[in-house]
C-alpha cells in the first residue's frame, strides 16, 4: 500500500507540514554533507556533471567528496575535477577502476565514511546518470527535513523515474494509481515512498542510530538499490521523494558511445535534449521570434548555431582523426572518384559522424530553411558533409564555384582575428562578402545556378567550417 503525502505548503521556513518542520539554511550554518559520486558504467556528459557539481549553490568548505569509478574511460574526468578543484572541499577521495571495488562494497564504504564521522551531517548519494539541473538541489533537500529523501528525477519524455510509488507482494515494481501524476508533476509534495534510486538525500544521525549495520547495499540476489531499500524498509524507516521543485533528470546510458575524443558528440540520438543545450546555440530556437536571422547578401542567410563547445569539439575531434585530403582533384572517398573544387577536409563518415550529423539536419536545420524559403519543403539530406581546413601554406582560398546542392550549410568554427586573420566567402554575382565570420554562425545560401561563390583567403593561422552540401 502506497502512503500518500500530499502537501500543499510550499515549503517555507517554520511552517509544518506532516509533522515535519522544513529546515531554514541559515549564513555560516550550513551542515556538513558527504556527496558520494558512483560512477558504474559507461555514461555520456560526465565532464558536464563534474561542472554541475561545482557550481552546486552549497559552500564548499562544508563538503565532503567520496568518487567510485570502475570505468577507464572516465579516469581523466574525475581528475581533472580532482586536480582543479579537489583543494576548495573539505576533503576527497577517490576509488579508481585498479582497485576492482564492487559497487555494493563502495555504496557501503560510503555511508560508512559518514557514519563515522561524528561532523557528517548529510549522506548524498549520486549516481553519475544524474543531471541535477537546479543548483539549489541540496538546500532543498536538506530544507525538507527528511530522514531519507529523494528529488524526483526521471528520464526525458518517459515515465521511468528514480522512484516506485508501490511494490508487488514478492518485493518487485508494481504501478500505483498517482505515478503519473506525480512524475508529470500534476500532483506535487512529498511522498512516502517504498523503494528510491540514484539520488538520494540521508541524515547522518540516522546511520548513527538506526542504521548501524554496515551492509546495508546486499540481500539475497537483490540489485544494490533493492537491498538498500529493503534494509530501510526492514528498520521501519520511511523514504520519501520530493516533486516540489523541478530538480533535473536521468540519463539514457544505454548506447553510450566510445572510441573518439569527444564521444558526447554521438550522444543527438540518445540523450538530444543533454546534447542541444551542450552544442547548440542557445539563441537558435529564438532565431526567428527575436530577428537573431540575418542577411547580409541576397537569398544568404547567417545565423547562430553551434556553442563555442561545439565548435571546438568537432575541431578537435577532425584534428584527433587527423587523416586530412590531399586537396587535389582525385579523391576516392566520393562517387566517381573525382572532385571538381577540391578542398583539404575530412568527410563526417570518415569518424563514423554521418548518421548524427544527418540528424542535426533534419532537426535544426531543416525548420529554419522552410522558413527563410517560403515554399520550400525539406528533408535535409546531404550526400557529402566535410569539415574544411583552410591554411596560407596549404590552402589558403577555394575558386570560384556552383555547390552540387538546393542549398549549402557552411558554420564557422572558429574566430576570425584570433585564430586566423581573413577569409570568408564572396558571392560573385551579388559582390557581397561575408568576411570575418562569427564562430558557431551559420551561413545558408543557395548552392547552384544563382550563388557562384568563392572562398576568400586566409592569410594567417588557420581556419575551420564545416559544409553540407543540402538536397543534391
Known sequence: QTIILNLQQQGVCGVEIVNQVTQCLKDNKFPTVLIGIFIEQLTPFVEDFFERLVNLNYPKEHLQIFIHNTQSDHEQDVWKFVEQHGDKYQNVKVIGPEEEMLNTDARNMGLDMCRQDVVCDYYFNVDIEVVLQNRDALKLLIDQNRSIL???????????????????????????????????????????????????????????????KRDLYHSNKLDADMAFCQNIREQGIFMYVTNRHVFGHILSVENCHTGNLHNDLWQIDENQKDWEEKYI?????????????????????????????????????????????????????????????????????????????????????????EKVYPGYYTKAYSFLNFVVRYKPEEQPSLEPHHDASTFTLNVALNKAGVDYEGGGCRFIRYNCSIQAPRKGWALLHPGRLTHYHEGLPTTSGTRYIVVSFVDP
Open 150 to 212: 529523494a528529488p524526483l528525477v526521471g528520464r526525458r519524455k518517459k515515465l521511468w523515474s528514480n522512484f516506485w510509488g508501490a511494490m508487488s507482494v514478492d518485493g518487485y515494481y508494481a504501478r500505483s494509481e498517482d505515478y503519473v501524476d506525480i512524475v508529470d508533476r500534476r500532483r506535487t509534495g512529498v511522498w512516502n515512498v517504498p523503494y528510491i534510486s540514484s539520488v538520494y538525500l540521508i541524515h547522518g544521525s540516522l546511520l548513527r542510530s538506526y542504521l548501524t
Open 281 to 369: 546555440h542557445p539563441n537558435w530556437s529564438r532565431i526567428i521570434e527575436d530577428k537573431i536571422l540575418l542577411q547580409p547578401c541576397p537569398d544568404v542567410y547567417w545565423f547562430p548555431i553551434f556553442t563555442e563547445r561545439g565548435c571546438d569539439d568537432i575541431v578537435e575531434e577532425m584534428e584527433h582523426f587527423g587523416k586530412w585530403s590531399s586537396g587535389d582533384n582525385q579523391d576516392m572517398r566520393i562517387q566517381g572518384g573525382y572532385e571538381n573544387v577540391p578542398t583539404i577536409d575530412i568527410h563526417m563518415n570518415q569518424v563514423g559522424y554521418e548518421k548524427q550529423w544527418q540528424k542535426f539536419l533534419r532537426e535544426y536545420i531543416a525548420p529554419l530553411t
